[in-house]
Protein backbone atom coordinates (compact mmCIF):
# COMPACT_ATOMS: atom_id res chain seq x y z
CA UNK A 1 0.00 0.00 0.00
CA UNK A 2 1.17 3.45 -0.69
CA UNK A 3 2.40 5.17 2.06
CA UNK A 4 -0.27 7.82 3.28
CA UNK A 5 0.73 11.65 4.26
CA UNK A 6 -2.08 14.18 5.65
CA UNK A 7 -1.39 17.69 5.42
CA UNK A 8 -3.75 18.74 8.29
CA UNK A 9 -6.23 21.15 6.69
CA UNK A 10 -7.79 23.88 9.23
CA UNK A 11 -7.64 26.84 7.01
CA UNK A 12 -4.52 28.57 7.34
CA UNK A 13 -1.98 29.04 5.15
CA UNK A 14 -0.85 27.67 1.42
CA UNK A 15 -1.00 24.15 2.34
CA UNK A 16 -1.05 23.58 -1.47
CA UNK A 17 2.30 24.49 -2.21
CA UNK A 18 3.19 22.22 1.03
CA UNK A 19 1.41 19.12 -0.31
CA UNK A 20 2.77 19.90 -4.30
CA UNK A 21 6.27 19.94 -2.78
CA UNK A 22 5.51 16.47 -0.94
CA UNK A 23 4.28 14.55 -3.82
CA UNK A 24 7.61 15.74 -5.71
CA UNK A 25 9.87 14.27 -2.86
CA UNK A 26 7.47 10.83 -2.10
CA UNK A 27 5.56 10.08 -5.88
CA UNK A 28 4.93 6.83 -4.63
CA UNK A 29 2.79 8.45 -1.91
CA UNK A 30 -0.91 9.21 -1.27
CA UNK A 31 -0.59 12.80 -0.02
CA UNK A 32 -3.84 14.39 1.18
CA UNK A 33 -5.26 17.59 2.32
CA UNK A 34 -7.67 16.97 5.04
CA UNK A 35 -9.47 18.50 8.00
CA UNK A 36 -10.87 15.36 8.74
CA UNK A 37 -10.01 13.63 12.37
CA UNK A 38 -9.81 10.27 11.07
CA UNK A 39 -7.95 10.68 8.05
CA UNK A 40 -5.28 12.29 10.02
CA UNK A 41 -5.28 9.60 12.42
CA UNK A 42 -5.07 6.97 10.11
CA UNK A 43 -2.18 8.55 8.00
CA UNK A 44 1.71 7.21 8.00
CA UNK A 45 2.61 10.55 8.78
CA UNK A 46 1.41 14.16 9.58
CA UNK A 47 2.42 17.50 8.16
CA UNK A 48 0.81 20.41 10.36
CA UNK A 49 1.63 23.48 8.66
CA UNK A 50 0.39 27.35 9.18
CA UNK A 51 0.45 30.63 8.55
CA UNK A 52 -1.47 34.00 9.72
CA UNK A 53 -1.64 34.41 13.72
CA UNK A 54 -1.81 32.37 16.55
CA UNK A 55 -4.99 33.23 18.57
CA UNK A 56 -6.73 32.46 14.60
CA UNK A 57 -4.85 29.44 14.41
CA UNK A 58 -5.55 27.85 17.70
CA UNK A 59 -9.70 29.46 17.19
CA UNK A 60 -9.92 27.39 13.73
CA UNK A 61 -7.86 24.38 14.99
CA UNK A 62 -10.72 24.38 18.73
CA UNK A 63 -13.39 25.00 16.21
CA UNK A 64 -12.92 22.34 13.76
CA UNK A 65 -12.46 19.75 16.72
CA UNK A 66 -9.07 19.11 15.49
CA UNK A 67 -6.95 20.12 19.33
CA UNK A 68 -6.46 16.47 20.02
CA UNK A 69 -6.46 15.46 16.88
CA UNK A 70 -3.33 16.68 16.38
CA UNK A 71 -1.67 16.32 20.00
CA UNK A 72 -2.74 12.39 19.38
CA UNK A 73 -1.03 12.47 16.04
CA UNK A 74 2.23 14.37 17.27
CA UNK A 75 2.56 11.49 20.05
CA UNK A 76 2.18 8.70 17.40
CA UNK A 77 3.80 8.99 14.47
CA UNK A 78 6.60 10.70 12.37
CA UNK A 79 5.02 14.45 12.56
CA UNK A 80 6.16 17.55 10.95
CA UNK A 81 5.11 21.34 12.12
CA UNK A 82 5.88 24.17 9.82
CA UNK A 83 6.27 27.75 10.89
CA UNK A 84 3.14 28.35 12.98
CA UNK A 85 2.72 24.86 13.07
CA UNK A 86 6.14 24.98 15.37
CA UNK A 87 4.91 27.99 17.08
CA UNK A 88 1.18 26.57 18.79
CA UNK A 89 3.05 23.20 19.77
CA UNK A 90 4.32 25.46 22.63
CA UNK A 91 2.29 26.50 25.87
CA UNK A 92 1.73 29.97 24.86
CA UNK A 93 2.18 32.40 22.68
CA UNK A 94 2.09 36.19 23.44
CA UNK A 95 0.83 36.94 19.84
CA UNK A 96 -3.22 37.32 21.35
CA UNK A 97 -1.94 35.70 24.96
CA UNK A 98 -2.89 32.43 23.55
CA UNK A 99 -2.90 29.49 24.95
CA UNK A 100 -1.51 26.99 22.53
CA UNK A 101 -1.31 22.80 22.34
CA UNK A 102 1.61 22.55 25.26
CA UNK A 103 3.19 19.89 23.47
CA UNK A 104 6.32 21.71 24.25
CA UNK A 105 7.18 23.62 27.04
CA UNK A 106 7.81 26.91 26.66
CA UNK A 107 6.55 30.20 25.42
CA UNK A 108 6.31 32.33 21.63
CA UNK A 109 7.13 35.90 21.17
CA UNK A 110 7.62 39.13 19.60
CA UNK A 111 10.85 40.21 17.98
CA UNK A 112 11.59 42.93 20.53
CA UNK A 113 10.99 46.22 18.93
CA UNK A 114 14.28 47.33 20.92
CA UNK A 115 16.98 45.44 19.46
CA UNK A 116 15.96 45.13 16.11
CA UNK A 117 19.13 46.18 14.81
CA UNK A 118 22.11 45.06 12.29
CA UNK A 119 25.99 45.84 13.56
CA UNK A 120 26.18 48.70 11.49
CA UNK A 121 22.91 50.46 13.76
CA UNK A 122 20.28 50.12 10.78
CA UNK A 123 16.75 49.09 11.50
CA UNK A 124 15.60 45.94 11.02
CA UNK A 125 12.22 44.96 10.15
CA UNK A 126 9.40 42.98 11.39
CA UNK A 127 8.58 40.37 9.94
CA UNK A 128 11.45 38.65 9.69
CA UNK A 129 11.20 37.63 6.00
CA UNK A 130 13.59 36.21 3.50
CA UNK A 131 16.44 33.86 3.37
CA UNK A 132 18.56 32.89 6.69
CA UNK A 133 21.21 30.62 7.28
CA UNK A 134 20.10 27.82 9.67
CA UNK A 135 22.86 26.12 12.67
CA UNK A 136 22.11 22.65 13.10
CA UNK A 137 21.93 20.32 16.15
CA UNK A 138 22.72 16.72 14.85
CA UNK A 139 19.24 15.04 13.63
CA UNK A 140 18.37 12.75 10.86
CA UNK A 141 16.19 15.12 9.07
CA UNK A 142 19.21 17.49 8.55
CA UNK A 143 20.92 14.28 6.48
CA UNK A 144 22.44 15.38 3.04
CA UNK A 145 22.25 19.50 3.75
CA UNK A 146 24.75 21.42 4.79
CA UNK A 147 25.17 23.05 8.25
CA UNK A 148 24.65 26.60 7.55
CA UNK A 149 22.02 26.49 4.63
CA UNK A 150 19.65 29.08 3.60
CA UNK A 151 16.08 28.31 4.44
CA UNK A 152 12.92 30.98 3.23
CA UNK A 153 11.57 32.73 6.78
CA UNK A 154 8.47 34.74 7.04
CA UNK A 155 7.56 35.45 11.27
CA UNK A 156 7.45 37.87 13.83
CA UNK A 157 7.29 35.55 16.28
CA UNK A 158 9.84 33.16 17.71
CA UNK A 159 9.48 30.04 19.90
CA UNK A 160 11.59 30.05 23.15
CA UNK A 161 11.73 26.83 24.43
CA UNK A 162 12.37 25.83 28.28
CA UNK A 163 14.34 22.68 27.71
CA UNK A 164 17.13 23.33 26.03
CA UNK A 165 17.47 19.85 24.68
CA UNK A 166 14.64 20.58 22.26
CA UNK A 167 16.23 23.13 19.71
CA UNK A 168 17.66 21.03 16.52
CA UNK A 169 18.29 24.29 14.52
CA UNK A 170 19.15 28.40 14.90
CA UNK A 171 18.94 31.05 13.09
CA UNK A 172 19.85 34.84 13.51
CA UNK A 173 17.88 37.88 13.23
CA UNK A 174 20.11 40.12 14.52
CA UNK A 175 20.04 37.96 17.39
CA UNK A 176 20.41 33.89 17.28
CA UNK A 177 16.93 32.27 18.10
CA UNK A 178 15.58 28.78 17.83
CA UNK A 179 14.23 27.89 14.78
CA UNK A 180 13.66 23.94 14.63
CA UNK A 181 12.96 21.88 17.66
CA UNK A 182 12.66 17.96 17.36
CA UNK A 183 11.78 15.51 20.59
CA UNK A 184 11.03 11.74 19.96
CA UNK A 185 8.82 12.15 16.80
CA UNK A 186 8.29 15.55 16.22
CA UNK A 187 10.44 18.22 14.45
CA UNK A 188 9.14 21.01 13.44
CA UNK A 189 10.39 23.95 12.07
CA UNK A 190 9.96 28.03 11.75
CA UNK A 191 11.19 28.34 7.98
CA UNK A 192 9.15 27.09 5.05
CA UNK A 193 11.00 24.20 3.49
CA UNK A 194 8.15 24.02 0.81
CA UNK A 195 9.82 27.52 -0.43
CA UNK A 196 13.33 26.74 0.47
CA UNK A 197 14.68 25.49 -2.93
CA UNK A 198 16.48 22.51 -3.05
CA UNK A 199 17.36 21.94 0.88
CA UNK A 200 14.22 22.45 1.77
CA UNK A 201 12.75 19.64 -0.41
CA UNK A 202 15.59 17.23 1.05
CA UNK A 203 14.57 18.15 4.29
CA UNK A 204 11.21 16.62 3.12
CA UNK A 205 12.25 14.11 1.62
CA UNK A 206 14.14 12.84 4.68
CA UNK A 207 11.24 13.05 6.09
CA UNK A 208 8.81 10.92 4.51
CA UNK A 209 11.81 8.24 4.75
CA UNK A 210 11.90 9.42 8.40
CA UNK A 211 10.83 6.38 10.84
CA UNK A 212 10.41 8.42 13.53
CA UNK A 213 13.22 7.54 15.92
CA UNK A 214 16.83 9.82 16.37
Known sequence: MA????VVDYGMGNLHSVAK?????APGASVRLTGN???????DRVVFPGQGAAPDCMGEINMLGLHDVIIDAA???PFLGICMGLQVLFEHSDEGNTHCLG??????????EGRMHDAAGAKLKVPH?????VRQVPHPLWAGIADGARFYFVHSYYVV????????GYASYPFEFVCACARDNIFAVQFHPEKSAADGLRLLSNFV??????
Open 75 to 77: RSK
Open 129 to 133: MGWNN
Open 103 to 112: LFQGNVMRFP
Open 209 to 214: NWNGKV
Open 3 to 6: MEIA
Open 161 to 168: PEQAELAV
Open 21 to 25: ALEHV
Open 37 to 43: PEAILAA
